[in-house]
């Protein structure tokens, strides 16, 4: 299995709160993803990274940051949640020149 | 732009049972073809791949084709078993991106 953690595993929170997730590879793998799941949508993305210090936008991006100022750790921040983001969320990561992306274990997240 | 369709879900058969799950996409060029299983509580892992048109990608007893003519990438078992149920996603890398797009899954539960 590819060495991603994923921490906090699950979280409850409360509407207008910051929140930060954490995804850790053991890979040293360039690329890394942050997606949610939820019902009859299945996966969207977020963000992801192309290196360090380089993030782009995925299709979902509003109300969300990134950031990786290491290869190992890609940190996606909720900066003040709302209750549509309760999802889970999956981190996700690939090496140059692969296709095939590697997931995390997930994070369940929950905002009152 | 690129997109996913698969069949919708939940899906229920007795083990034993022949599977189908459908998928087709839209892509320019020739995108590289994926189907992911997530099992209950867990995140996705790769089930199996194809990179280019008339390929096969098999494992575990599943396999899918890479119909370019019909644009389409079904998933197949000939004897599913309980061990089976989870959700399935079919998903896509267009040509040069680094980029995964999904399908919306399909929840697959065997009945002994």
């Known amino acids: 299995d590819a060495g991603i953690t994923q921490s906090p595993r699950h979280k409850v929170t409360e509407t207008g709160t910051p929140v930060t997730l954490r995804c850790h590879q053991t890979?040293?793998?360039?690329?890394m993803y942050w997606y949610r799941q939820d019902p009859g949508h299945g996966l969207r993305l977020i963000h992801y990274?192309?290196?360090?210090?380089?993030?782009d936008k995925g299709e979902v991006s509003d109300g969300y940051s990134v950031s990786r100022s290491k290869t190992e750790d890609f940190l996606l921040t909720l900066e003040s949640a709302t209750s549509s983001q309760t999802s889970v969320y999956f981190c996700?990561?690939?090496?140059?020149?692969?296709?095939?992306?590697?997931f995390g274990p997930g994070t369940r997240l929950l905002v009152l | 732009g690129n997109s996913v369709t698969q069949m919708e879900g939940p899906v229920t058969l007795s083990e034993e049972a022949f599977l189908t799950i459908n998928c087709t996409y839209t892509?320019?060029?020739?995108?590289?073809l994926f189907w992911y299983v997530q099992y209950p509580g867990e995140g996705l892992q790769l089930l199996l791949k194809?990179?280019?048109?008339?390929d096969k990608g098999s494992n575990k007893g599943f396999e899918a084709t890479y119909r370019k003519e019909t644009t389409s990438f079904h998933l197949e078992k000939g004897s599913v078993q309980v061990s089976d149920s989870a959700v399935y996603f079919c998903?896509?890398?267009?040509?040069?991106?680094?980029?995964?797009?999904f399908g919306q899954g399909t929840r697959l539960t065997i009945n002994p």
């Open positions: 890979e040293n793998h360039r690329y």
């Open positions: 194809a990179t280019k048109a008339d």
């Open positions: 996700a990561i690939k090496g140059t020149g692969q296709e095939t992306q590697y």
């Open positions: 998903a896509l890398n267009a040509q040069g991106a680094q980029k995964l797009v």
């Open positions: 990274s192309y290196g360090v210090k380089d993030t």
């Open positions: 892509a320019t060029g020739y995108p590289s």
